[in-house]
């Protein structure tokens, strides 16, 4: 499973390029734009056709989910740190998703809080990173994960060339950023050697 996370800038022709995205096969966009309002998300939302609006994973603003038909809700750290695990359980139980990121394998115990959000069960996908040095982010390095949770998505580096590997690490599936948007017109040709390289 290849996803692909929006570069964080607004990118020119960008619901364009998501539209050819979702048209190649694309089934999760994680659609992240750090500081911007939601007004700024749901603009970039109603440019996109309602037929691929269920591939996208929004972050933050969770009023947002349901109304537009979105795939689900990704917490940021403080979020999740913010937020309840019933109130998530609730948003999964009406069908949506819910993910998160985290860093280190180590950060969930394996019987946490039912308040904090804090076992790997508690969300449908976890954002894992940086498995190699990053593409988008400078001095952002890569770790070693010796115990990958089973719903855990690589992210950090990831390129066609290395998409392959991160699956024989035991990801469930791959996060691609840098390599979609170091250039945006090739987007496509990227999302799609990457999708080769994980089958």
């Given at each position: 499973m290849i996803w692909v996370v929006t570069a964080p800038d607004t990118v020119p022709d960008e619901a364009s390029i998501l539209y050819d995205l979702f048209s190649a096969g694309l089934e999760t966009l994680l659609l992240r734009k750090p500081g911007w309002s939601a007004t700024e998300y749901e603009a970039l939302v109603q440019n996109v056709p309602p037929g691929f609006r269920n591939r996208i994973m929004l972050a933050g603003y969770p009023e947002l989910v349901e109304p537009y038909g979105l795939k689900g809700l990704h917490l940021s750290e403080r979020l999740r740190g913010i937020i309840p695990s019933r109130e998530t359980a609730v948003f999964r139980a009406s069908g949506f998703f819910v993910s998160t990121s985290i860093h280190s394998a180590g950060e969930f115990s394996a019987n946490g809080s039912a308040m904090t959000n804090n076992t790997p069960s508690d969300w449908d996908y976890l954002l894992l990173g940086p498995v190699f040095d990053s593409i988008s982010k400078a001095g952002y390095r890569a770790q070693h994960f010796d115990d990958v949770p089973y719903n855990a998505i690589g992210i950090g580096g990831i390129t066609p060339c290395n998409a392959g590997k991160v699956k024989g690490m035991g990801f469930y599936g791959?996060?691609?950023?840098?390599?979609?948007?170091?250039?945006?017109?090739?987007?496509?040709?990227?999302?799609?050697?990457?999708?080769?390289?994980?089958?």
């Open positions: 791959a996060a691609l950023l840098g390599a979609v948007w170091q250039e945006p017109e090739q987007a496509v040709e990227v999302f799609m050697k990457a999708k080769q390289s994980w089958e």
